[in-house]
């Protein structure tokens, strides 16, 4: 597996602990989007891109985040403690760590991981420095890079609905 590009968006101004979100391109030919680049208390780290869980509603059988004290479809009432069947190991207090979101792409080897974080931290560090540069234009940080992806497949003659 080789990376071949890696599109580093900046966000914010260094107060939030997001400093980027991510696209990936492997062997030029699959993409990941919304890798997220955050500052953590160890220094920074990648989150891949997750999805939030669900479970059904008893009653309708409408899908509902964990969180969701109600149903979106008919408004019963959700088990408290629906989200006891979602925990994961435990933490350092011993107390069973529930788990509200799941990994869509992720590495399956520490190696990977590992490899895949240190090309992105460098190419973090080349965008900030390029960032320094009189005349640099910052990207959108909202990990959306939907505009450019219908710009880039509409057919021509044909313009965006905004």
């Known amino acids: 597996m080789h990376l071949t590009e890696i599109r580093i968006n900046l966000c914010g101004d260094g107060s939030s602990r997001l400093r980027a979100f991510c696209s990936l391109t492997i062997d030029d030919t ?27 509603c008893d009653r309708c059988g409408d899908k509902n985040h964990l969180r969701s004290r109600y149903c979106n479809h008919c408004g019963s009432r ?5 989200y006891l069947r979602f925990q994961n190991g435990n933490s350092s207090n011993h ?4 788990k509200l979101h799941a990994d869509i792409a992720h590495p399956i080897n520490a190696h990977c991981r590992q490899e895949i974080h240190a090309q992105v931290v460098e190419a973090f560090q080349r965008e900030l420095e390029r960032s320094k540069q009189p005349g ?4 959108r940080c909202d990990g959306d890079d ?3 992806y219908f710009d880039t497949l509409r057919p021509t003659g044909t313009t965006a609905a905004h």
């Open 30 to 56: 699959f993409v990941i989007h919304d890798v997220k680049l955050i500052d953590g208390p160890d220094g920074l780290f990648l989150a891949m891109p997750s999805r939030k869980l669900c479970d059904r």
């Open 78 to 82: 959700l088990n408290e403690n629906r």
């Open 95 to 98: 107390q069973p760590r529930v």
């Open 136 to 139: 640099y234009v910052a990207q």
């Open 146 to 148: 939907s505009d450019f």
